[in-house]
């Protein structure tokens, strides 16, 4: 009898390290950069799409030669393949999902960057997020609404597919680090890169 509890113990004890195992990923929070002045398209392309951004080196051109820099043989560190996460501060009029004139300047290097051929098919996901300043159920609202208006922001001035717009509202639930939940910085929309798994 006391085997069969052991065995039964042991089994339970599989069970949990296979279950934590499989959901570590999801739990693995991405790294996000914040910024507080308009990144370039390029900068922004390095951060989500690091494994295609990488091929992507500048070339000097003159009258009938181009040269290409080469990596320094002596470096020995890879570039890093992991996607970062973009926070950006598009503003909006008070309490709208309204974009103000300010935003259009990290709008538009969203929408080069989304224009270059190599990232044709990529997909981002727009995360929205909001202070802890009214309800949480209105936060949400007004997150979601702002996202879809950077979205539409995208197809009708860069012509971006939709379909590669994902859009997500967290509300107030998740404040920037070191931040109070009531701080106006939290006020932003975040740039992921889409999973394959990803749907809007």
């Keep these: 009898m006391k085997q069969m509890k052991r065995i039964f113990h042991i089994r339970s004890m599989i069970a949990v390290v296979s279950m934590l195992g499989t959901a570590a990923p999801a739990l693995m929070a991405e790294e996000v950069k914040v910024f507080n002045s308009p990144p370039s398209a390029d900068e922004m392309a390095r951060l989500l799409f690091p494994d295609k951004a990488a091929d992507q080196r500048p070339q000097v051109k003159t009258r009938s030669l181009m040269f290409t820099p080469r990596a320094d043989k002596k470096q020995t560190q890879p570039v890093s393949q992991e996607a970062v996460g973009i926070a ?73 597919n939709p379909q590669r717009l994902l859009v997500v509202g967290r509300g107030e639930e998740e404040p920037l680090p070191g931040r109070d939940p009531n701080d106006g910085e939290n006020r932003r929309v975040e740039l992921h890169r889409a999973t394959k798994q990803a749907s809007n």
């Design 88 to 160: 950006l501060p598009i503003q909006f009029a008070f309490g709208s999902a309204e974009l103000l004139d300010e935003a259009r300047a990290y709008l538009d290097e969203i929408g080069r960057m989304l224009s270059m051929d190599q990232f044709k098919d990529e997909r981002i996901v727009l995360e929205g997020h909001t202070d802890a300043i009214g309800s949480s159920k209105y936060n949400e609202y007004l997150s979601l609404a702002r996202a879809r208006a950077v979205k539409s922001y995208l197809v009708d001035h860069f012509g971006v």
